[in-house]
T-cell receptor, first 113, second 110 residues
Framework: DGGITQSPKYLFRKEGQNVTLSCEQN?????MYWYRQDPGQGLRLIYY???????QKGDIAEGYSVSREKKESFPLTVTSAQKNPTAFYLC????????????FGSGTRLTVV | GQNIDQPTEMTATEGAIVQINCTYQ??????LFWYQQHAGEAPTFLSY??LDGLEEKGRFSSFLSRSKGYSYLLLKELQMKDSASYLC???????????WGAGTKLIIKP
């Protein structure tokens, strides 16, 4: 079955450390997205990529980095520069054609300890 | 700017009907989505509207008025499992990126 896999589901990080969240899809979708969700808030776009080897900053890109070396993979690195990284991170993908919407991974909950 | 407004929280009774409203002001319009999100889980697709009118899918219906920048999600015969957040999202441009509302937390009481 096709889908998006995010790993790990829970992640703990010490302050000052970088951490990478994995996102893999086998849906053959061109576009991929990373969102951050804080309690009681909506989805905020961190980065997105519409094609391999190309990505764009979203609304809250500071302190984050991404790569898109393969169509299937869009890892997100939370760097030590991100001042408040504790949040729920969601990866999504889509194809051109508005009626399809986005398909989401199950999310990674990152906690800084 | 782009803006999507939804009520923060609503409460309803099991077996009843509830309507969740969404108003939007965006630079363009290529469709409006409703997603359901249970706590700690990923959003799941509920509906898509691009033309004015009502789309019905079982217990859930979604309505759109483009001239008013308005949509609602109607949930009938509420069940306890319908307790979740409901997210309204608009795709304003041809690249089909979504602009998200903050979501409406729906609490169902017995």
């Amino acid at each position: 079955d096709g889908g998006i896999t995010q790993s790990p589901k829970y992640l703990f990080r010490k302050e000052g450390q970088n951490v990478t969240l994995s996102c893999e899809q086998n849906l053959n979708h061109d576009a991929m997205y990373w969102y951050r969700q804080d309690p009681g808030q909506g989805l905020r776009l961190i980065y997105y990529s519409q094609i391999v080897n190309d990505f764009q900053k979203g609304d809250i890109a500071e302190g984050y980095s991404v790569s898109r070396e393969k169509k299937e993979s869009f890892p997100l690195t939370v760097t030590s520069a991100q001042k408040n990284p504790t949040a729920f991170y969601l990866c999504a993908s889509s194809v051109p054609g508005a009626s399809y919407g986005y398909t989401f991974g199950s999310g990674t909950r990152l906690t800084v300890v | 700017g782009q803006n999507i407004d939804q009520p923060t929280e609503m409460t309803a009774t099991e077996g009843a009907i509830v309507q969740i409203n969404c108003t939007y002001q965006t630079s363009g319009f290529n469709g409006l989505f409703w997603y359901q999100q249970h706590a700690g889980e990923a959003p799941t697709f509920l509906s898509y509207n691009v033309l004015d009118g009502l789309e019905e899918k079982g217990r859930f219906s979604s309505f759109l008025s483009r001239s008013k920048g308005y949509s609602y999600l109607l949930l009938k015969e509420l069940q306890m499992k319908d307790s979740a957040s409901y997210l309204c999202a608009v795709t304003p441009g041809s690249n089909y990126q979504l602009i998200w509302g903050a979501g409406t937390k729906l609490i169902i009481k017995p």
